[in-house]
């Protein structure tokens, strides 16, 4: 006997290739604010360390809140574009929402990780400067 080949609807083939997309498009949009993020933070420490603050608490509560702020309107900007910025509208919403928020932690953690192993041997193989003692 002959085995029946099952072919896949067009319907089907879209699909496949539409969640294909939305992960693409959703790991790039997490990458994005993952590296904005980082920006966003020397910008943070930058801009905080031209205050004048009398004690180290109050230097980093200003700092916290500016950080807080800067992200809060990265990814509220990430979310809103994601979800408005979709066509066709026949996609599930929450789903979307729910996978865009799950590639972003694990995009997050992935980057802050890299960077917490890497950061140590790139400092240790860094040329120096000489330091002269008088």
């Not at 994005?32 to 603050?53: D, G, P």
């Not at 980093?60 to 408005?84: C, G, P, Q, T």
């Not at 953690?109 to 002269?132: C, E, F, G, Q, S």
């Amino acid at each position: 006997m002959e085995a029946m080949q099952t072919v896949g609807t067009p319907y089907e083939e879209v699909s496949a290739q539409w969640n294909s997309q939305q992960m693409l498009i959703g790991l790039l949009c997490s990458i994005t604010v993952v590296t904005f993020n980082n920006l966003f933070e020397l910008i943070v420490s930058a801009m905080t360390s031209y205050e004048m603050h009398r004690r180290w608490s109050e230097y980093r509560k200003h700092r916290l809140w500016k950080l807080l702020v800067f992200r809060y309107v990265n990814v509220s900007a990430l979310f809103i574009l994601r979800y408005f910025g979709e066509v066709p509208w026949f996609s599930c919403m929450a789903t979307r929402m729910g996978l865009q928020a799950a590639l972003l932690i694990l995009t997050d953690l992935t980057v802050t990780n890299i960077y917490a192993i890497m950061y140590p041997l790139i400092w240790l193989h860094a040329p120096r400067k000489a330091i002269l003692h008088v």
